[in-house]
């Protein structure tokens, strides 16, 4: 017997006016570290028992789509492009489904971040060849009917009312049905899909929805989101960073973004600040970036006496774009000299100001080699670095 197929369409064609534009529209701004919309689309493609999401979005969005869905699996995750309103925009979806048809489909509003397998679970167990289904939550407020001078005219009671939420699912050659009569019929004013489909005769079953599976709406919405994400399950990372350079001619040596004077220089294809570059690899393992060589090569001119602190700065840059926060930074010079104690203050200031973080998160060290090897025998620095940095966690599932 064939497995039943259940495909989704998640809906992020719209332009979240309520929400406002800074940043651009609600479904790419970042909540945890991601676009919105890629939470929603995670939710879907992590879920074994989903074959296919088709994305909808706006014709001027491709760009940002794209980044919000690097990475993703390609072979389960396509996008067409909508409509001018949300019942366009679902029609295109299916439609982009009916080459190979599902025997159900789910569809989901791309500005709700917090669909969990539980609920997806709930959506298909409930679905049957002659019935969707309808995430929705009971009413809980009191319910008042207000009159056009502002006055209460009534109160409603709210037995038996339910707020909606997605998915809803559905057969799918029946909802696809459902909405192409609609669409030749001229009738715009559906809201959501189960609507369309009790429109077409087709029942539709409430399932228990979920409290957090809210629609981001307003900028309220939003930084509620992110701290929802932020306290869930931190991501706490460390990485670590060794470097070397030998000494050559010269009256000065880069250390922790200060110039201390010396009788001979760190040789290097930059300043040969070991310390920072020490840093800078400990940050970017972090975020499986690689190492300075991967992003400043020194085979490229323009690097040739680069100031370090540019390389820290860079690294800096990728983890904040990931969301992460840097909690700690310990830095280990070996050398036998020149002393770093003198510069300690100085040291930690230029790495406070290239992190972006105070002095308690900052730890310059230093020891000596104790006369043994390479450094012991003065013929150059090392430096290790370990940086701790806090990423979104995940909502669990």
Not at 278 to 300: E, N
Request: hydrophobic share 40%; with cysteine.
């Amino acid at each position: 017997m064939a497995e039943t197929r259940f495909d989704a369409v998640v809906v992020a064609a719209g332009r979240g006016e309520r929400a406002g534009q800074q940043g651009g529209p609600k479904q790419y701004r970042m909540i945890g570290g991601k676009p919105v919309l890629r939470h929603a689309l995670e939710s879907y493609l992590r879920h074994p028992k989903i074959r296919r999401v088709i994305a909808v979005i706006h014709a001027d969005d491709r760009a940002l789509f794209e980044v919000a869905s690097a990475g993703l699996d390609a072979g389960r995750l396509a996008f067409v492009t909508g409509a001018s309103d949300r019942q366009g925009s679902v029609l295109k979806g299916l439609d982009a489904l009916s080459g190979e048809p599902p025997d159900f489909v789910l569809i989901h509003d791309g500005g709700r971040p917090f669909c969990d397998a539980a609920l997806i679970d709930r959506a298909r167990e409930a679905l049957g060849p002659d019935n969707g289904v309808l995430a929705a939550v009971p009413v809980s407020d009191t319910l008042k009917k207000g009159d056009p001078s502002a006055l209460v005219a009534g109160t409603l009671p709210r037995d038996g009312l339910f707020a909606a939420q997605t998915p809803q699912g559905f057969p799918f050659s029946a909802i696809l049905e459902a909405h192409r009569k609609a669409e030749t019929s001229g009738l715009r004013h559906f809201t959501d899909d189960a609507a369309i489909a009790e429109w077409a005769g087709l029942p539709v079953r409430l399932i228990a929805g979920s409290p957090d599976n809210f629609k981001i709406t307003w900028p309220r919405d939003i930084a509620m989101a992110d701290r929802i994400l932020a306290a869930a399950f931190p991501d706490v990372r460390t990485g670590n960073g060794y470097d070397v350079h030998t000494f050559g001619p010269g009256d000065h040596v880069w250390l922790c973004g200060v110039k201390i004077p010396h009788e001979k220089t760190l040789s290097g294809h930059s300043d040969a600040d070991v310390g920072l570059h020490a840093l800078t690899d400990a940050l970017l393992a972090t975020i499986g970036a690689g190492d300075i060589g991967t992003h400043f090569p020194p085979s490229d001119p323009q690097w040739k006496g680069a100031p370090s602190h540019i390389f820290v700065e860079h690294a800096v840059r990728l983890v904040k774009e990931k969301g992460g926060r840097i909690a700690n930074a310990d830095i280990t010079l070996i050398a036998e000299a020149p002393k770093v104690g003198p510069h300690r203050v100085a040291m930690t200031a230029a790495l406070c100001a290239m992190l972006g973080v105070g002095p308690e998160r900052v730890s310059v060290k230093a020891t000596t080699n104790e006369k043994m090897g390479f450094v012991g025998r003065r013929e150059g620095i090392a430096a290790i670095a370990t940086a701790t940095v806090i990423y979104p966690g995940e909502v669990p599932e």
